[in-house]
Antibody
């Protein structure tokens, strides 16, 4: 069974830092690209960042570029999001979500097929 | 960035009746590989999003066949043939054709 479990959320002051983790199990983590998506309280979904299976390709939303860093450790089946210079508007539930496998050059497989339960980040003084 | 616009934003539906949600993208979602990476997600209250439909019309594993997707280019539709109580929630379209991936605003489906 595919499982994604986020952790690391909490209350942090504006300007502070936090590191989120996403532990993956039930599939070959090293074969899949991954994403972080967030949802502010009562709001819709916002894509945050993408990392390819080998970490060779990384993308960020403009709203977090230069402040957030996505990374992964395939040996530990884990995805990370280092968040620096946090702002009030970064307050949200942060989800990790699976993307395509690296061998899917034809786009056969679905992406965003599995999501974690999310971890809440609250930025407030 | 590709803007995804959903209508309606709220859809009160009678149990057993159909529901339909439209999603329009600001530019074509046809990828250079020939696929159209338009998906539909369901988010029940208090739950993470769940994939329903991918590449316009492909139902994900375990999704009931009362859910169907259609469309092409820039115009897409999610249909629920007969709404059940468990279908209450917010539905999002999303595109993964061009970075940044983007989502529609969400459509709230509720029972009348």
């Amino acid at each position: 069974e595919v499982q994604l479990v986020e952790s690391g959320g909490g209350l942090v002051q504006p300007g502070g830092s936090l590191r989120l983790s996403c532990a993956a199990s039930g599939f070959t983590f090293s074969s899949y690209s991954m994403n972080w998506v967030r949802q502010a309280p009562g709001k819709g979904l916002e894509w945050v960042s993408y990392i390819s299976s080998s970490s060779s390709t990384i993308y960020y939303a403009d709203s977090v570029k230069g402040r957030f860093t996505i990374s992964r450790d395939n040996a530990k089946n884990s995805l990370y999001l280092q968040m620096n210079s946090l702002r009030d508007e970064d307050t949200a539930v942060y989800y990790c979500a699976r993307d395509h496998p690296y061998y899917d050059s034809s786009g056969y497989y679905p992406n965003f097929d599995y999501w974690g339960q999310g971890t809440l980040v609250t930025v407030s003084s | 960035d590709i803007v995804m616009t959903q209508t309606p934003l709220s859809s009160p539906v009678t149990l057993g009746q159909p529901a339909s949600i439209s999603c329009r993208s600001s530019q074509s979602l046809v990828h250079s590989d020939g696929n159209t990476y338009l998906s539909w997600l369901q988010q029940r209250p208090g739950q993470p999003p769940r994939l329903l439909i991918y590449k316009i019309s492909n139902r994900f594993s375990g999704v009931p066949d009362r859910f169907s997707g259609s469309g092409a280019g820039t115009d897409f539709t999610l249909k629920i043939s007969r709404v059940e109580a468990e279908d209450v929630g917010v539905y999002y379209c999303m595109q993964a054709t061009q970075f940044p991936w983007t989502f529609g605003q969400g459509t709230k489906v509720e029972i009348k």
